[in-house]
């Protein structure tokens, strides 16, 4: 399965993006689905997952600004990112998760450059 991110750019504090995920292969509500960023200098981080569950988790840094939606029939996930400031600038990973074969697949990132 090949993971295609896309949707990163620069906007200017307060404004909006939204990534895209698209997957090769199909995608299931079975899948866990995840969004991670990785800021110059910083660790990988979670800024959200949405669960097989249906359950969803957001970073604290992230509620409220972003939401993860997914469409299973377009084999797509996203990003939708509001209200950003420059401490969001970051290369954004996506992440799914197929437990019948237990991988994880990635994205190739998009950088998203936030600023001031």
């Known amino acids: 399965v090949q993971l295609q991110a896309s949707g990163g750019g620069g906007v200017q504090a307060g404004g909006s993006l939204r990534l895209s995920c698209a997957a090769s292969?199909?995608?299931?509500?079975?899948?866990?689905m995840s969004w991670y960023r990785q800021a110059p200098g910083k660790q990988r981080e979670l800024v959200a997952a949405?669960?097989?569950?249906?359950?969803?988790n957001y970073a604290d840094a992230v509620k409220g600004r972003f939401t993860i939606p997914r469409d299973n029939a377009k084999n797509t996930m996203y990003l939708q990112m509001g209200n950003l400031k420059p401490e969001d600038t970051a290369v954004y990973y996506c992440?799914?998760?197929?437990?019948?074969?237990?991988?994880?697949?990635w994205g190739q990132g998009t950088q998203v450059t936030v600023s001031s």
């Open positions: 949405i669960l097989s569950s249906g359950r969803i």
């Open positions: 992440n799914i998760f197929y437990p019948a074969w237990g991988r994880h697949f």
């Open positions: 292969g199909r995608i299931y509500s079975g899948n866990d």
